[in-house]
């Protein structure tokens, strides 16, 4: 199993223009999610789903928008990409035990 | 909603030396917890779980937690510290009503001297 796979590991972005981070997961999870992580400041929930064709917001959804059509794929979206979206992103899946397993993560810089 | 404290953002030991990080939460249900390493540039691997009985749980690589509900605890511990333990260490506690989500502390980054 490759476990959770996302893609691009790296991205610099202008002001204003758009993008999808991928998310990929072969557990066959029905739960996913994606994070985001700021320096000192751990990971805050961005957006959530549990199962194909059911997502949720979480703490920090202004500025992204999600999809999940379906149980592999979850994928983010920034439409209109601002400075204060410069982090790191983490995407997550979850067994039926609560264990929530990473991907590798997304270095975005928006300049 | 619930919170999670980490005390000491960074936290340095000398190798063999007792490792203790700490972890204050704060939950209107009884939770579940968690403790999550994470390596440079890399994502976050679970160390261990509470969700119910024993209060003591051990995880990978020499880690342990003791969940105190009596002081909402749940810190993490190993006897002798390793060069190899160096990473950043992230409490989190798992909210039953939002999708299972993790709230997540601040982080401690753990530092090993020679």
């Known amino acids: 199993n490759a476990g959770v796979t996302q893609t691009p590991k790296f991205r610099i972005l202008k002001i204003g223009q758009s993008m999808t981070l991928q998310c990929t997961q072969d557990?066959?999870?029905?739960?996913m999610y994606w994070y985001r992580q700021d320096p000192g400041m751990g990971l805050k929930l961005i957006y959530y789903?549990?199962?194909?064709?059911?997502?949720d917001k979480g703490e920090v959804p202004n500025g992204y928008n999600v999809s999940r059509s379906t149980t592999e794929d979850f994928p983010l979206r920034l439409e209109l990409a601002a400075p204060s979206q410069t982090s790191v992103y983490f995407c997550?899946?979850?067994?039926?035990?609560?264990?929530?397993?990473f991907g590798p993560g997304t270095r975005l810089t928006v300049l | 909603a619930q919170s999670v404290t980490q005390l000491g953002s960074h936290v340095s030991v000398s190798e063999g030396a007792l490792v203790l990080l700490r972890c204050n939460y704060s939950?209107?249900?009884?939770?579940?917890l968690f403790w999550y390493v994470q390596y440079p540039n890399q994502g976050l691997q679970l160390l261990l779980k509470?969700?119910?009985?024993?209060?003591l749980v051990k995880g990978i690589n020499g880690f342990e937690a003791e969940f105190k509900k009596s002081e909402t605890s749940f810190h993490l511990t190993k006897p002798s510290a390793h060069m190899s333990d160096a990473a950043e260490y992230f409490c989190?506690?798992?909210?039953?009503?939002?999708?299972?989500?993790?709230?997540f502390g601040g982080g401690t980054r753990l530092m090993v001297k020679p």
């Open positions: 997550a899946s979850r067994t039926g035990g609560n264990e929530q397993f």
């Open positions: 557990m066959n999870h029905n739960y």
């Open positions: 789903s549990v199962g194909a064709g059911i997502t």
């Open positions: 939950s209107s249900v009884p939770p579940y």
């Open positions: 509470y969700t119910t009985g024993a209060t």
């Open positions: 989190a506690v798992s909210d039953l009503n939002a999708g299972n989500m993790l709230t």
